[in-house]
Nanobody, 115 residues
Framework: QVQLVESGGGLVQAGESLRLSCVVS???????ASWHRQAPGKQREWVAT???????NYADSVKGRFTISSDNAKNTVYLQMNNLTPEDTASYYC??????????WGQGTQVTVSS
């Protein structure tokens, strides 16, 4: 069965950077991957998507600061997060699709940004 494990979260100061990783195991060929986040008291928010290994889209709140990428050889999806602000504090979740209507979700990794 497909399993996703996120890592790379932590506590940083405003202006610093983190890189989140999402390692995908199981028999799936990733056609698209996304990152979402959820802060306390808020609904889950879409952050970024990469499709076909190159086409990317970002939420307005992270454009110019975050970069989503993937490494097929390592079966891993990344989210490079630069110039972090306290508003980026949330649990970050990775989701991937091998095509069709099925998306697989990870358990999340916590990002906390202090001012």
């Amino acid at each position: 069965q497909v399993q996703l494990v996120e890592s790379g979260g932590g506590l940083v100061q405003a202006g610093e950077s983190l890189r989140l990783s999402c390692v995908v195991s199981g028999r799936v060929a990733i056609s698209a991957a996304s990152w979402h986040r959820q802060a306390p008291g808020k609904q889950r928010e879409w952050v970024a998507t990469i499709a076909n290994g190159w086409a990317t889209n970002y939420a307005d709140s992270v454009k110019g600061r975050f970069t989503i990428s993937s490494d097929n050889a390592k079966n891993t999806v990344y989210l490079q997060m630069n110039n972090l602000t306290p508003e980026d504090t949330a649990s970050y979740y990775c989701t991937v699709s091998g095509g069709g209507g099925t998306w697989h979700w990870g358990q999340g990794t916590q990002v906390t940004v202090s001012s």
